[in-house]
């Protein structure tokens, strides 16, 4: 990734906050206060990740940055209330359970790098939606990720090349009813519409007809995929669409 220029907060004597442009090089950028010239501090970063053994070897590879926290879940980290000017949130093959998470973290001011490899354009977009500041590949080199990281804390964003492709307005499962995302978990575990129908307590011609809605909108990727392939390649198969219906659509 390229980094075209990096802003950090600086805090003078007084208390007072001011920003200022850094063209890369973090560590050579000297600050003169009072007569006196100190290296810039370097961004504060948290870190959440499961892994007993990531969190202990990042601050090894991420040098340029000053790890102030670790913690295994979101919920840790917001009971912390690190002063962290960046996040970096490790997702695994979770589909949309970290949606909530993104979201949590943007709405309490932290801003959220997602490390993932996770491939799937839609589930990338709902962490975009979420309020994720950057998404970097696992496959991506170290580099790319300082890189990344530099990047948003100087108030930018950053994504993965092969993430890229995500758009806020690809189509996205909350595009679709509640009704109609319990007819696709139902098609996509082999379900009949009459078995859909009776656990549902509707008609199995409005079965049918919830189904060929969900048809229409994803009719291209139908045509060579199965029900429990949409399901997967939007991210549905971790549990978003329960069996079980809770709402009339």
Same mark, same amino acid.
């Given at each position: 990734?390229?980094?075209?220029?990096?802003?950090?907060?600086?805090?003078?004597? $007084?208390?007072?906050?001011?920003?200022?442009? %850094?063209?890369?090089?973090?560590?050579?950028?000297?600050? =003169?206060?009072?007569?006196?010239?100190?290296?810039?501090?370097?961004?504060?970063?948290?870190?959440?990740?499961? $892994?007993?053994?990531? +969190?202990?070897?990042?601050?090894?590879?991420?040098? %340029?940055?000053?790890?102030?926290?670790?913690?295994?879940?979101? !919920?840790?980290?917001?009971?912390?209330?690190?002063?962290?000017? *960046?996040?970096?949130?490790?997702? #695994? %093959?979770?589909?949309?359970?970290? !949606?909530?998470?993104?979201?949590?973290?943007?709405?309490?001011?932290?801003?959220?790098?997602?490390?993932?490899?996770?491939? +799937?354009?839609?589930?990338?977009?709902?962490?975009?939606?979420?309020?994720?500041?950057?998404?970097?590949?696992?496959?991506?080199?170290?580099?790319?990720?300082?890189?990344?990281?530099?990047?948003?804390?100087?108030?930018? =964003?950053? *994504?993965? !090349?092969?993430?890229?492709?995500?758009?806020?307005? %690809?189509?996205?499962?909350?595009?679709?009813?509640?009704?109609?995302?319990?007819?696709?978990? #139902? &098609?996509?575990?082999?379900?009949?519409?009459?078995?859909?129908?009776? &656990?549902?307590?509707?008609? !199995? +011609?409005?079965?049918?007809?919830?189904?060929?809605?969900?048809?229409? +909108?994803?009719?291209?990727?139908?045509?060579?995929?199965?029900?429990?392939?949409?399901? &997967?390649?939007?991210?549905?198969?971790?549990?978003?669409?329960?069996?079980?219906?809770?709402?009339?659509?």
């Amino acid at each position: 990734m390229t980094i075209v220029e990096l802003v950090f907060p600086i805090t003078t004597p $007084n208390g007072t906050a001011s920003t200022r442009s %850094d063209p890369m090089n973090v560590h050579h950028r000297r600050r =003169t206060i009072s007569g006196t010239t100190t290296p810039l501090a370097p961004p504060r970063l948290s870190v959440i990740d499961p $892994n007993t053994l990531t +969190r202990a070897g990042l601050p090894l590879v991420l040098t %340029d940055f000053a790890i102030i926290g670790s913690f295994a879940t979101v !919920e840790a980290m917001l009971a912390a209330r690190p002063r962290a000017d *960046i996040t970096l949130l490790e997702v #695994g %093959d979770a589909g949309f359970r970290a !949606e909530g998470g993104v979201r949590s973290l943007s709405r309490a001011g932290y801003r959220v790098c997602l490390y993932t490899f996770e491939y +799937r354009q839609a589930v990338i977009a709902r962490y975009i939606a979420a309020g994720a500041r950057g998404v970097v590949s696992k496959a991506d080199p170290v580099d790319s990720l300082a890189g990344a990281l530099s990047r948003i804390a100087a108030g930018g =964003t950053a *994504i993965s !090349e092969e993430f890229r492709a995500a758009r806020v307005g %690809d189509p996205l499962p909350d595009k679709l009813t509640a009704r109609q995302l319990q007819i696709l978990a #139902g &098609r996509a575990r082999g379900e009949t519409f009459h078995s859909i129908a009776r &656990r549902l307590e509707i008609s !199995e +011609r409005t079965a049918q007809d919830h189904w060929s809605a969900v048809a229409r +909108r994803f009719e291209a990727f139908l045509r060579s995929h199965s029900p429990a392939d949409l399901e &997967r390649s939007l991210g549905l198969d971790n549990g978003v669409a329960s069996l079980e219906y809770d709402e009339t659509r």
